[in-house]
């Protein structure tokens, strides 16, 4: 297993039209359109940069994973790193035979960029939750 490139650092927030206004008007960042992903639970925007992306993520239904999170970190704060690797398949099984923890049913959904994906549990990665998108 090898890490790639840096794909993204996800931001999870209360209100993503403010979130949103922040990035483009104060920071003067370029943001994509807002995307509703019902599958993850979450409706997103990417802040595109020179060497990576930030994606500002606020909660989508009853039932969306970062719920909790928020209701920690009412202000929003960083959720997780998305890392690219070659073989999300490979990358998986060397990691399940290490004994990390594979989040949901272990099978890669297809993400935001549409390409499959995978989340790892934050207690096995140093306290962060990591998400692996194929390359
Ligand atoms: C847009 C699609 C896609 C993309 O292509 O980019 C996305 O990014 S989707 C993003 C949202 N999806 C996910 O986060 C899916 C994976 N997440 C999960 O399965 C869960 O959120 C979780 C990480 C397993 C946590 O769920 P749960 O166990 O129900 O919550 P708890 O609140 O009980 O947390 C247990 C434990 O873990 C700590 N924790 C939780 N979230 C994080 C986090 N993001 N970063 C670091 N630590 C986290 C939490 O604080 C608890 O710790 P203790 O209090 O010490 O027990
Ligand atoms: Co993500």
């Known amino acids: 297993m090898k890490l790639g490139r840096l794909n993204h ?3 999870a927030v209360p209100d993503l039209e403010k979130a949103v206004a922040t990035y483009r ?3 003067g960042a370029v943001v994509s359109a807002p995307q509703s ?7 997103v925007v990417f802040v ?3 060497n990576s992306k930030v994606e500002l993520l606020e909660p989508l239904g009853v039932d969306s994973p970062i719920a909790a999170f928020l209701e920690k970190n009412p202000a929003g704060a960083i959720h997780h790193l998305c890392y690219e690797v070659a073989d999300i ?4 099984d060397r990691l399940k035979a290490g004994g990390a923890r594979i ?19 934050p207690k096995d990665f140093c306290g962060t939750l990591i998400e692996l998108e194929q390359e």
């Not at 992903?37 to 409706?43: A, I, Q, S, T, Y």
């Not at 398949?89 to 998986?92: C, K, L």
């Not at 989040?103 to 549990?121: I, M, Q």
């Open 89 to 92: 398949f490979s990358a998986r």
């Open 103 to 121: 989040l949901g049913d272990g099978e890669p959904k297809t993400g935001a960029h549409g390409k499959p994906v995978l989340f790892l549990h």
């Open 9 to 11: 650092v996800a931001i």
């Open 25 to 27: 008007d104060v920071l």
């Open 48 to 50: 595109e940069l020179a």
């Open 37 to 43: 992903l019902p599958e993850h639970g979450v409706r």
